[in-house]
């Protein structure tokens, strides 16, 4: 515009710095409240221990110092030296919430990263069904991180540790729960970026079958995969066959989901609720369950509370034991779980940490002590002290040995090789006698019997071998040289313990000496 | 000139399920914020400003319903002597028609005086305003020989009023016949130095950009300028059509005419500006019944440069009113500064909600989203009580249009308010406008002729 210049006419700089002015003064008003913006996110995420999705290309900032003892017992913590399981974690959430399974950032990334000092890798979905399939043995100190229910508190929250650590994991979605936009489960998009990293595999949890059903007509609930449901309009539990359309059918929208989404079938498959055997409102369904999932994917998954390593037996039939770690872990009780789901080697040094016996019902059971087992026996009872059943799963080719004492007054003594499981080799001794019995519990059968000289003890050793050979021998002798073959549900694969039941009328107190372990391969 | 009377409001059962619709909004709107209250642990700041802009918004058209002005009947010998100033640059193609809608009026002749002014236009309007003249010798003319801007052609007819009372007609706005007689009624009270009339879209109909446009006029004036009305102290009275009392702006001309800020000659916003000389001493109203119709832009860069031109005599206006806003009455004080302080909060809202949530957070803006639709609503609702158009959903895409665009000219336009460029029109020749299908022609004379000298 030409001409006015009416009022105050000013100089040229100050006209220059005027507008420099102006324009500052955009330019702040853009760029501070917003980097503002920003930073207060940040800093909101960083009060929970958490990043900024790792996918971004961002990392997460140092967790607080490791607690020293928890990592010096982790790295301490013996591991089987044969083809042993691997640790298997299960996870759900990870998030601030305070629900039970949820697990905080901020203890999720110390327990990664004491997995990582510890010198834990993780194993990927791939290699572990390899592994499962016979091929490649896994590195000692191997876990498997996997994370229930597709969650978003994962893409937020557990990414970005995984990130930072290099560790890999799968997650167990159920698609029917799963939208475009993200809510407490991960959006499609958000779980095919997982995917995409690298660092994740998608597997199933089913596709709407993670919630409880009507199972009788009374209201009562049950997991809808483990129990045929109540249908109100017909008056009646559904058939078998329609129990079994049912979770076929939940099994084929899942996977229809997926290709539905792009996203590569899912091989593994988490059952929910970690249910299978029970609750079951019909002894059939868990056969039929397993039969569907055996079908349909590569692996499936059961959680245990007490110590549980994978079975030689349920690998073969692709079912996997997981730990589960819930909010309530801390660093000490992560350590207790990891050792909870590691196998046990086959050396007699593991003998020494008095937590690894069991007695019945998860009560501990009576550990050596400068290599004796006292066990006092009340009269006219049974007492059995057996090495970490669940961490024992793959024990074979090895042999077991004992000088077992204390057996006067009628008292019995016994070694147990393959203990717990259905094969279970039960050596027993008294005086002038010793029984071998195979089987556990209403199957135990006496396979063999023979006298002895009579003796206060006994030197017993048991070998087993993974072709189904037993061989036991009491003093140096042969009492018992046999070969059984492996049946379904059977490996010739299981630990060992002690045992002593006393005579009617009087208590007893047997010593098992010099109890040994030693590998034959 | 008689021109049709606007579309008429709809049927009682047609406004029973608006307001209906309405309120069920309003109940919702309210509802949602209540739970707002949640979030104030998470993030307070932006807790209170959801609740703050809703009970702002909604507070407008709660105090428009209150506005409910009733200024006298006048008898023909009260009607005060009145001057029409037109001042033009570039309108060939409409200022025919402005101005025999001027001179049309229903109005006492001896009390009427129309004034043209081209600010030395470089297409034909000053033949086009020789045409009208010599048909009708009541139009007076002033020819600027060298261009100065509107500023100066406003004050050009000021200086030759004879009139009581000066009446601001923008050159592409279009006067109804009963709309300065209505507009007068106001002026009755002594203490009122000026009167905003209604102006509402004429064209329309053209495309999606002016009837988002309709819209946001409709609501601008009758609920936003009628709750500034209520404590008589309308912000700005628009240029489009706008009353003033002469003895109010004689004393201020000067000091308006030579405005400055940061060191350059304001040369935008003239009518904004010239009702802040006014608001601290003068009662300042607004005529919903009196009646205009403008003409909007209907090409996207004429749009965005007529809002960078508002924006930057916005912030320019604002900053001089906030300084003597406080003395009003305390609902309309802070009225004033909450419409200051909400637009500029604005981007960072934005921002939050369109980039910080989805991309950081990880979360849907359904609260950012959701409000600025129930608002938007609220607006076609409005409207739509009103007007028995099918223009009310646009209500919903000048929502949108907002977030996109125009929320983002705030920084330009701090940026670039010494730039007096753009303060006056192009100096390229208008194109021709598409036709006004709304309003027929003006009759009596006979139809002129469109091409230039």
């Known amino acids: 515009m030409t001409g006015h210049r009416a009022g105050r006419r000013i100089g040229p700089v100050r006209s220059a710095l005027l507008t420099a002015g102006t324009i500052a003064v955009a330019v702040a008003y853009m760029v501070i409240p917003t980097a503002a913006q920003l930073r207060s996110v940040v800093d909101n995420r960083q009060a929970t221990g958490v990043a900024r999705s790792s996918v971004g290309g961002q990392e997460p900032p140092a967790v607080a110092a490791l607690p020293a003892a928890p990592l010096a017992v982790l790295r301490r913590l013996p591991v089987a030296e044969t083809d042993a399981p691997p640790l298997i974690l299960a996870y759900h959430d990870v998030s601030p919430s305070a629900d039970r399974y949820t697990v905080t950032p901020a203890a999720f990334g110390t327990q990664m990263r004491l997995l990582a000092e510890a010198g834990y890798r993780t194993v990927t979905t791939a290699r572990l069904l390899d592994w499962m399939a016979g091929g490649a043995r896994l590195p000692a100190r191997s876990v498997v991180l996997t994370f229930d229910d597709g969650v978003d508190g994962i893409f937020r929250y557990a990414d970005p540790v995984l990130a930072q650590h290099g560790l890999t994991a799968s997650t167990y979605l159920i698609t029917g729960a799963m939208r475009d936009l993200p809510g407490y489960h991960l959006s499609w998009d958000e779980a095919r970026v997982l995917g995409a990293s690298g660092r994740w595999t998608l597997e199933a949890h089913s596709h709407d079958a993670h919630r409880r059903i009507a199972i009788d007509k009374d209201g009562r609930t049950g997991p809808a995969l483990t129990n045929r449901a109540w249908l109100p309009a017909a008056g009646r539990l559904e058939t078998m066959d329609e129990y079994t359309g049912r979770i076929t059918a939940d099994v084929a929208a899942q996977q229809a989901d997926f290709s539905g989404h792009g996203l590569p079938a899912p091989r593994l498959f988490a059952y929910p609720f970690s249910a299978v055997d029970q609750p079951v409102n019909d002894p059939q369904i868990p056969a039929i369950l397993r039969g569907v999932v055996r079908q349909s994917y590569a692996a499936s998954f059961v959680n245990e509370y007490g110590a549980a390593t994978s079975t030689p037996a349920g690998v073969a039939t692709g079912e996997l034991r997981r730990i589960e770690i819930t909010r309530s872990t801390t660093p000490a009780g992560f350590v207790a779980a990891v050792a909870r789901g590691t196998a046990l080697p086959r050396d007699p040094k593991v003998f020494a940490d008095r937590t690894v016996w069991t007695a019945d019902g998860d009560r501990p059971g009576a550990a050596p002590v400068r290599g004796r087992t006292t066990l006092r026996v009340p009269a006219g009872r049974h007492v059995r002290s057996v090495l970490a059943p669940g961490r024992t799963t793959w024990w074979t080719d090895y042999q077991v040995s004992a000088r077992i004492g204390g057996l006067d007054g009628g008292a019995d003594g016994a070694l147990l090789a393959l203990a717990g499981t259905p094969d279970q080799i039960q050596v027993g001794v008294s005086r002038g006698w010793v029984t071998v019995r195979r089987g556990s519990g209403a199957r135990e059968k006496m396979v063999a019997q023979r006298g002895l000289m009579p003796a206060a003890s006994h030197r017993v050793a048991v070998t087993v071998t993974a072709d189904g050979k037993v061989r036991a021998e009491v003093d140096g002798l042969v009492v018992l040289d046999a070969s059984y073959p492996r049946r379904a549900g059977s490996w010739a694969a299981g630990g060992i313990g002690v045992a002593a039941s006393a005579d009617p009328a009087t208590a007893a107190t047997v010593l098992v000496d010099g109890l040994r372990v030693q590998r034959l391969t | ?453």
């Open chain 2, 1 to 453: 000139m008689r021109t049709t009377e606007p579309a008429g409001r709809p049927g009682r059962a047609g406004l029973t399920l608006i307001y209906a619709m309405a309120a069920a909004l309003v109940i919702g709107i309210v509802f949602v914020k209540a739970f707002t209250v949640r979030d104030f642990g998470i993030s307070p700041f932006w807790a209170l400003y959801s609740v703050v802009v809703t009970g702002y918004i909604l507070s407008r058209f709660l105090l428009a319903a209150l506005y409910r002005p009733r200024p006298p009947a006048l008898a023909e010998d009260e009607l005060p002597s009145v001057t029409i100033v037109v001042p033009a640059f570039n309108e060939q193609w409409v200022i025919a028609r402005t101005l025999r809608a001027c001179l049309e009026v229903d109005y006492p002749a001896d009390r009427l005086q129309v004034i043209a002014v081209d600010d030395c236009s470089t297409d034909g309007t000053l033949a086009v305003m020789g045409q009208v003249a010599a048909a009708d010798p009541r139009l007076e003319i002033v020819a600027f020989d060298h261009n100065q801007g509107k500023r100066y052609g406003m004050a050009a007819g000021v200086r030759r009023a004879r009139g009581e009372l000066l009446i601001f007609i923008d050159s592409d706005s279009f006067v109804e016949a009963d709309g300065i007689r209505r507009l007068v009624r106001y002026f009755a009270d002594p203490r009122v130095g000026a009167v905003a009339g209604h102006t509402d879209v004429a064209n329309s109909h053209t495309n999606l950009l002016t009837k988002m446009q309709a819209v946001r006029y409709f609501v601008a004036f009758r609920v936003y300028k009628s709750a500034e009305a209520l404590f008589r102290s309308v912000t700005c009275c628009s240029g489009c059509f706008s009353g003033y009392r002469l003895s109010a702006v004689e004393p201020v001309l000067e000091r308006w005419l030579g405005q400055t800020f940061l060191g350059s000659v304001s040369s935008y916003g003239d009518d904004r500006s010239l009702t802040n000389f006014l608001l601290p001493d003068w009662a300042i109203l607004y005529a919903p019944d009196a009646q205009a119709y403008t003409v909007v832009p209907d090409t996207l860069r004429t749009f965005l440069r007529q809002q960078l031109r508002w924006k930057k005599s916005w912030i320019r206006e604002s900053l001089r009113a906030a300084r003597f806003m406080w003395r009003k009455h305390p609902v309309m004080s802070l009225s004033f500064y909450l419409s200051i302080a909400l637009p500029l909060l604005a981007p960072q809202v934005v921002i939050r909600a369109l980039v910080v949530q989805p991309l950081v957070l990880r979360t849907f803006p359904y609260w950012y989203l959701g409000g600025v639709l129930a608002m938007a609503f609220l607006y076609g609702l409005y409207y739509r009580s009103h007007r028995a158009e099918d223009l009310w959903l646009y209500g919903v895409f000048f929502a949108l249009f907002y977030t996109g665009m125009l929320v983002w000219q705030l920084p330009w336009a701090i940026a670039t308010l010494r730039d007096s460029r753009w303060g006056t029109r192009t100096s390229a020749p208008s194109r021709e406008p598409r036709p006004v299908v709304d309003l027929p022609a003006p009759r009596g004379a006979p139809e002129l002729e469109r091409t230039p000298a």
